[in-house]
Structures are given as structure tokens and as C-alpha cells.
């Protein structure tokens, strides 16, 4: 019920987030994914996640090229509208490796490494998603509602992790200058991702790129990243409970943590 309400809402709504949202359930037709992202960026400009959606959408190797990103750079747009973020900044390093540009693969991947902080705004995309399905019509108990916003973010997970997994996979056999730079740009990522998904990716980036205890850091991260999934665990039990109350319980508590990893970011927001 929920799905069917969502998806009916997203067709007919003109709204940022809805267009937004309407785009995560296009599996269909990815140009018209691309015209929902553009509009909704386009309606809310200073929406990082309208921002670095439109990007992701617009590096999908489509034919023809949909005119919103063939008329604007989106990624080079993402990384100027977003100028702290090294998570662009890898991107466009990637994308130069794909154009055997490494001269520009190294510049990218020093930009990334001096960057403060990295994020693909996944945690901001998931408290929107729970915003908009909390809202919907009907007399569905609110825990149900939060199982099926957290199931809608599970099959909508960033991709950015999986498109940085070919980046200095040859470190091993390039120019010191370009080992360095990705063992650096790595490390930063590691060190300053906003989700665990971007810390892991970062630390295995530094591993490719054979960086001083490397191995150590990806088992430490993934770790880490271990014991805060679990730690959600009494939540999650909670919005199974047969006890009203303790759903009750359980989904503000889960709603709270939503908005805490929406502001500071998912490592932050687990302590």
C-alpha cells in the first residue's frame, strides 16, 4: 500500500522531492529520470542531493545523450556548486582515467585529497524518503512506514563506492606522483567520509595504491562500520514489537538518527 501510494504520488507531484523521488523508481526510462532530476535541481538549486544526482544520472553511458546533461557539465557543476567535497573530485579523476587522461587523474585525485569532507548525500537522501513516506494518506502504524522507507533506501543505496572500484587499480604499475596521489586521495576518504560505504571505499583505494598500513585500515573501517550496524539492531527489533508502545519508541528513536546522519553524516552520527 505504501509503494503504490508513493509511486502515485510521485507521478502527479511537481515538488523538488517528489520529482526527486520519482527519479529513484524510474528504472524504466533513464532520460526521463534525468528530466525529473533536472527539474527538481532546477525548482531547489541549493539541494546538494538534487545536485549530485543529477551528476550520477548524467555519467550513465546513454545514447542519445539526454540535452540536460549534454547542454551542462553536471559533474564539473557538482564539484564548483560543492567545493569541499572530495567525493566529485574523485569522480572526475575517475572519469579522466577512463579517457586515459592521467596527467588529469592525478590533479583530481590531489583536489580530492585536500578536501574537508566527503559526501554523496545518501543519508539526506534517506531522511527525505521517510519524511515523504510518514506523510502519506492513510491509517498504516508508523513503524511500518519506517520498514518501508529503510527498505526503499536499501534497493536505492549510492552507487558512487561501486564507480570509484576501478580507480588506481594499476597504482601498483604508474608513476610514483600517481600512486602517491591516490594512496593520499584515499586516505582522505578514509579518514573523512561521511557514510561507511565512503570510508571503505577510500581505505581500499589507498590499498590499491599500496599506502603504509593500508590493509590495517580497511579492516579497522570495516570494523567499525560493523559494530555501528549492529548497534542499530535494538531499533530495528523494536519496530517488530507486538507492544505498541515500543514501536512507538522504536521509530523515534530511528527518526532521530535519520536526521542526526542527514546534518552530520552516518560515522559521525554513530560515535
Known sequence: MLDQALRARALVSSAPRDLWIAAQLDAVDPWQRVTALAEARARAPEEKLFVASLAMACLAPLQPLP????????????????ADNGVPSLLLADRARRRNNTASMAAFLEEAAMRPRFD??????????????????????????????????AGHAS?????????????????????????????AAAQ??????????????????????????VSD???????????????????????????????????ARLAREATAGEVASCG
Open 120 to 153: 554523496d548525500y545518501e543519508n539526506r537522501g534517506a531522511l527525505i524518503v521517510w519524511e515523504t513516506v510518514r506523510s502519506l494518506p492513510g491509517t498504516v502504524d508508523p513503524a511500518a512506514r519506517a520498514e518501508a522507507a529503510a527498505a526503499f533506501g
Open 221 to 255: 573501517v570495516q570494523r567499525r562500520a560493523y559494530e555501528c550496524a549492529q548497534a542499530g539492531n535494538p531499533v530495528a527489533q523494536g519496530l517488530e514489537s507486538s507492544d505498541a508502545a515500543a514501536r512507538a519508541k522504536a521509530v523515534a528513536q530511528w527518526e
Open 159 to 187: 552507487q558512487i563506492p561501486a564507480m570509484l572500484q576501478a580507480l588506481c587499480r594499476d597504482a601498483a604499475r604508474v608513476a610514483d606522483n600517481i600512486r602517491t596521489a591516490c594512496a593520499n586521495a584515499g586516505n
Open 67 to 82: 540535452p540536460e546533461c549534454d547542454a551542462t557539465d553536471r559533474l564539473a557543476d557538482w564539484a564548483t556548486r560543492d
Open 192 to 217: 573523512r567520509g561521511s557514510s561507511w560505504s565512503l570510508r571503505i571505499a577510500g581505505a581500499k583505494l589507498a590499498e590499491r595504491a599500496q599506502a603504509p598500513s593500508a590493509q590495517q585500515q
